[in-house]
Structure formats: C-alpha cells, structure tokens
C-alpha cells in the first residue's frame, strides 16, 4: 500500500517542472473569471489560442482541451504547438485522479458503481452508518474507513484520532464498524452535539436490532470519545498531545465515577491553560458509556438488507460493561493513527507535522481541501481562515511556520510561489465541469453572466470590485436583466439601474469565449493541487519518512479525492 510511485530525486524534479509550468501561466491561474471583460482577459490569450478556440463549442471544450482520457480527438482546425504543448504538459505534470480499480471512462458520467441500484444509498455501506449521511460522504467514510483500517493492521495500533470530524459520520464508522477506539476532535460545539446525538440514535439502532435478533453476532464495536477543540497550528506536538491526553482522562474519569457535565470546556489542542466555556454542551453519551453496546460491521452486515462486502471476517467478543472505558481507551503513549477528512487549509499540513514530530503518532491518512486557506509568507492571514479561539483580538498573528511551502525543496524554488487564486481554483471541480460541457448544460452560462454584472457593478462602483453576490438560484434559467436586478439588490445597488442593452447583448454573445477562458485555469487546477500536495511528499521525505498519494475516491463524486498516508514502520 505504501510503496512509493516516485523516487526521491524523481519526486524533487517534477516540482521543479511544476512550479516553471506554472510561473508561465500566472496571467490564466491568477485571473478571475468574473473580470473576463473588465480587464478583457481574452486579449491575454496569444492570438493563435484565441483563434483556435474560437471555434470550440461546449463538447469539443472538454474532449479536446479537459479530459485527458478521451482518444477520439476531432480537431475542427490545427492547433498552435504552444497550445498542444500547454494540454500536454497540463495533463502529463499532475497526480493520477482515477482510482486504480476504476474503469477509464469519460469522466463525471456515472455515479459510482455502489450507487446504481439506488442513488441515495450505497449498497456497500451498512444501513446504519448511512443515517444522516449524503451520498458523497457515504462513498468517502467508506473507502477512507477501510485504509485506515489498514494502517491500524499494518502499525499494530487500535487507537485512532479523528481531526475536523465534523458530526462523526467517519468516527462512527471506525468506532462502530471497524472497531477501532476512535477520539473525534471538532472545534465547532454544535456539530459535538450533533455527533452525540448521531452516536446515540445508532446505538439505539444496534439494541434494537439485537434484542429482535437473538442470533446476531454479539457487539464489538467501541464508542466513540468526542473532543471539543482547536488545533493550533502554531503549538508544538508536546502541547497537542498534553491536552489531547488530558481531555480523554477527563472523560475516563467523568465516566467511571458516574458523572456528568452540564457544561463542556473549549480547549485549545496546543495552548495549556487557556480555555473557552462552551455552555449547554453536555459531556457526550457516547463518550467511555458503559451501559452503550454497539456492533461490528461484520456483525450488521450480515443482514441481507445491508447487501455489503467490507471485508471483515470475524466479531471479536465485547469487553465487559465494567472494562468497557479502560479497555477501549487504553493510553494514546501506545501509539495512534491520525485522519482527518478534508481538514481544511492549515489543518492538514498541522496533522503532518505532528506526524512527524509526535514520536506516538504511528501513521497519518491526511485528505486536504480549501486550499485557498492555506498561510503562505505571501500571505500569512488568507479569507476566510479561523482565528484562534484563544487568541486575544489584539494579540498580533505570526506564522513562524506555513502551510506552504512545507518543504525545504520547493521554497528554495524559484517561482514556487502560490496566489491566492490559483489556489482557490485547484479546489474547483474538473470532472463535474466536462459534464456539464457536454451536455451543453445551460448553467455555463452563469460565468458569463457574472462576468457581465461585473461591469455594471464598476461601472456604478468603480471601488466594488470582486464583491460577493448571494447564489441566485437557477440563474442560468432567467434572462440576463432578472438575473441582473437579483445581483444589484443583494448588493445593496438600485435594482433598477439603467442598462446598455447593446454592449450586454455583445457580452453575452461572448459566452463560448467565457467558457474557453475559464476551462483553461480549469486545466492548470489539478496542477497546482499537485505541487501543494507533492511539497507535503517531499516535506515528509526531508525528514526521512516515505509516503504515496493514492486517489482512493471517485473523482467526479468527490472531487478532493487525493490521499496522502505515511506510516512510521519499524
């Protein structure tokens, strides 16, 4: 599983192809969209590209420029080798996006395999870990699930730490079907509360069920420790883990002494001694509750109904009620396994670093997303980053440390450097985009659109540039002077401000030229993706641990379908 795809020196010389690649093409990754005809950025485009695309309708788009995949290429006209040449570098730089057991076909038109039968509902997935669950999440818990399962096998360790674990829909699945001992840490009380809440509903379930099924294999699955708290990316490993250990004791403790907490305590993972009240956020009772039970996988996937096949042959009996929290919980000095999924920005490269640093920590599945949140020296504050909950408004924000570049490698590198934009783009999704194409999917439409309400926005006020205009629902289905009206008012600009019909219709006439611009940052998103996740290989390889990328989920179900895991092997 973990058997490298690319030598160390393989691994350095694609980042440097990466980042010449894209320090070339700064002026299409950098460029929004919604500014095609403000800063008329088809006129940045080579005049051989311009007239080559031109030509492109929706379809040809994406089987001729996006979808590596497709071998019956049509060209309506010669392309100017710099264009090839651009595609093919493209496609040829970036991290396979198909799982290996995947069958190429035209991307983004099928759902995968467990979802045919019925759409909503994963067949390989137990009725009760589908609760509460859309189907993405279904798919992503599933696959993600089973690899680190894997990795508790290979590293011989039953302990795992779940980061960003949101409303427990993965915890509960490692916890309750694969009968790992699962902390779940979150920095949002309120999903805490909906995880509990999760966590109970289930265990209700799994009584039920074995009270109306004498003959069911006897539970083994462990309940669930959830935490409430911040991980700092600032703090050491020492101080995560201090209070990591401290609020798992906590709830040990609460437990075996038949407590409750009427109140819960927001600790920082990093920073000893500062905490912030959480008020009506009760101790979870799935937290070390020895009077829950639960039920292994094997054991509910043998209801016909389940109709699943993840692999595990047997249920391990269940320790007994008065052992239940010890025996699950154990000491994380044992060693454990992080995850987390689709930490977001900073967070996963924090997880990496602890990985490295934290000598208990014996392997790491890290699924990264919002890249655009990402501290760089460029830009040390990103929108939309979180700022500590302990922090002081005043307390001036330094990152000694950022979330790229990560390697020593790539920031010796020259034009390694990442905007925020282009950043943001490799978080759009390609596959569902080629779709859309080729089905000439009238919500193309909707950059143009905004593209053009753009101009009337500056041209009212030139200092509102790149505002945020609330989703207009279906707005591809209005005509442009509706859709216009809604844009204005949610701006808090006349609705009814005169417009040039003439010089609209000419921009809307420009759609195809919108669509061909925006596919082209389209096709450098894998791009840049790749060269941030690839600094966190070469990262990990300059501390003397080895790693691999696996595309573990299906790209057009779940678009950040990456996953970067390591293990400390003896």
């Known amino acids: 599983m973990l058997s490298p795809t690319l030598t160390d020196q393989q691994q350095r010389e694609l980042a440097r192809n990466l980042t010449y690649f894209l320090s070339q093409y700064k002026h299409i990754s950098d460029s929004y969209i919604i500014e095609f005809f403000c800063e008329n950025l088809w006129a940045t485009l080579p005049i051989g590209w311009q007239e080559t695309l031109d030509k492109l309708s929706p379809p040809q788009i994406a089987d001729l420029l996006l979808d590596k995949n497709c071998v019956n290429k049509n060209y309506p006209s010669v392309w100017p080798l710099s264009l090839l040449a651009f595609r ?42 589908r609760k509460h669950v859309k189907p993405k999440k279904q798919h992503e818990i599933r696959m993600l699930g089973m690899m680190v399962k894997k990795l508790c096998d290979l590293t011989s360790c039953n302990n795992v730490i779940d980061v960003g674990s949101g409303q427990g829909h993965l915890t509960r699945f490692l916890s309750f079907g694969m009968g790992l001992s699962v902390t779940a840490i979150e920095a949002d009380p309120h999903l805490v509360t909906m995880a509990s809440k999760f966590d109970g509903q289930l265990r209700a379930t799994l009584e039920k069920e074995t009270r109306k099924n004498a003959s069911t294999s006897a539970p083994s699955g462990l309940p669930p420790c959830h935490v409430v708290g911040w991980v700092n990316p600032k703090a050491s490993w020492e101080a995560f883990f201090e209070q990591l250990n401290k609020r798992v004791s906590e709830s040990e403790r609460l437990t075996s002494s038949g407590g409750t907490c009427k109140k819960r305590q927001w600790i920082s993972m990093s920073t000893p001694g500062q905490r912030l009240t959480c008020e009506d956020l009760s101790l979870c009772p799935s937290e070390c509750n020895p009077s829950s039970s639960a039920k292994s996988e094997h054991g509910l996937l043998q209801h016909k109904k389940a109709n699943c096949t993840d692999p595990l042959s047997t249920a391990s009996q269940p320790p007994q009620s008065s052992d239940l929290c010890s025996e699950k919980r154990g000491h994380l000095e044992q060693g454990f396994i992080l995850t987390g999924l689709h930490a977001c920005g900073d967070l996963s490269a924090t997880l990496l670093r602890h990985f490295v640093s934290c000598p208990y920590v014996q392997g790491i599945t890290s699924v990264a997303c919002c890249y655009m949140k990402i501290t760089t020296k460029e830009s040390p504050n990103p929108p939309g980053i979180i700022a500590s909950p302990c922090q002081s408004n005043t307390e001036e924000t330094r990152h000694c440390q950022f979330g790229y570049p990560m390697s020593d490698w790539v920031g010796g590198l020259p034009g390694h450097e990442l905007s925020y934009k282009a950043r943001e ?7 569902n985009y080629l779709e859309r194409l080729r089905e000439e999917n009238e919500q193309v439409k909707t950059h143009c659109y905004r593209a053009v309400l753009e101009t009337i926005i500056r041209a009212e006020r030139p200092d509102l540039r790149r505002a945020g205009v609330q989703t207009i629902k279906k707005a591809h289905s209005l005509p442009f002077s509706e859709y216009a009206r809604l844009g204005l008012s949610r701006l808090g600009l006349p609705a009814d401000l005169p417009l040039d019909d003439r010089a609209v219709e000419d921009m809307l006439k420009q759609q195809g030229r919108v669509v061909a611009f925006y596919s082209l940052s389209l096709l450098l998103a ?34 950040r379908n990456l996953v970067l895991v390591a293990v400390k092997l003896q």
């Open 425 to 431: 783009g490799a978080c759009h999704a390609m596959e």
């Open 88 to 129: 093919a570098c493209a496609h040829t730089l970036i991290f396979p996006r198909i799982p290996p057991d995947q069958r190429v076909q035209h991307v983004g038109v099928m759902k995968p395999e467990e979802f045919h039968a019925n759409h909503s509902q994963s067949s390989l997935l137990g009725h009760i870990f």
């Open 526 to 559: 894998p791009v840049v993706e790749t060269l941030v996740l690839l600094d966190r290989i070469i990262f990990l390889q300059e501390k003397g641990l080895k790693s691999q990328l696996v595309p573990l989920f299906d790209p057009a179900f779940s678009p």
